[in-house]
């Protein structure tokens, strides 16, 4: 089995510019998350998908952070514009309902230069 | 400190020896998970602990749970090499989702040949 899969493992881009991140979690998960690490920092929750829809987007940074789930398939991350402090790695995991445990995809890491 | 705050934040041992980390928490919490992270790889999930539960045992691990000190240690027993990681620990907090994990900053473990 196939598990969480993210690209790009690394992504290096200048303040101002756009980057899109994408998640494909495990076929048949229907709970998709994204978690992300900041330097220095504890990695901390973003948001939930169930199939299409937003579950909770509470740990949305701010409006230059756009999540997607077409489909209800794999997750696109946009940031736009980025800035230095969105540097970091971004967690992207999937879980069936109702499961205590998330499956993590190996990041996709962020430098903002 | 922060909710999932581990100790130490960095532990080297030789193989053979036993590794010890802990973790204190702020809140109440539905269950208290330990995950591990490879160099450039995801987030491994090792074991969880419910909340009624104090001790829990996976292998070369051992996990317990104290909630009236809200605090968990994670023993390793044995190390190998291949147990150098950084160890996470993870609190899905009560009155919330299970999926809404609350990290703390890590346990840097490097386990010597």
């Known amino acids: 089995e196939a598990g969480v899969t993210q690209f790009p493992s690394h992504s290096v881009i200048e303040k101002g510019q756009t980057v899109t991140l994408r998640c494909d979690p495990i076929?048949?998960?229907?709970?998709l998350y994204w978690y992300r690490r900041v330097m220095g920092k504890e990695i901390k929750f973003l948001l939930h998908?169930?199939?299409?829809?937003?579950?909770?987007e509470s740990g949305m940074p701010n409006n230059r952070f756009l999540a997607e789930r077409t489909g209800g398939t794999y997750s696109t991350l946009k940031v736009q514009p980025a800035e230095l402090e969105d540097s970091g790695v971004y967690f992207c995991?999937?879980?069936?309902?109702?499961?205590?445990?998330?499956?993590f995809g190996a990041g996709s890491r962020l430098t903002v230069l | 400190s922060q909710q999932g705050e581990e100790d130490p934040q960095a532990l080297s041992i030789q193989e053979g020896e036993n590794a010890t980390m802990n973790c204190s928490y702020k809140t109440s919490i539905n269950n208290l998970q330990w995950y591990r992270q490879n160099s450039g790889r995801g987030l491994v999930h090792l074991i969880l602990i419910r909340s009624n539960e104090r001790e829990k045992h996976s292998g070369r691990l051992r996990v317990t749970l104290d909630t009236s000190k809200k605090s968990s240690s994670l023993l390793i027993t044995a190390s190998r090499a291949a147990d150098t990681a950084s160890y996470f620990c993870?609190?899905?907090?009560?009155?919330?989702?299970?999926?809404?994990?609350?990290f703390g900053k890590g346990t840097l473990l490097t386990v010597n040949p």
């Open positions: 995991a999937s879980s069936l309902t109702g499961a205590n445990v998330l499956t």
């Open positions: 993870a609190t899905a907090n009560s009155g919330g989702s299970n999926y809404k994990l609350t």
């Open positions: 998908f169930v199939k299409e829809s937003k579950q909770d």
């Open positions: 076929s048949g998960h229907d709970n």
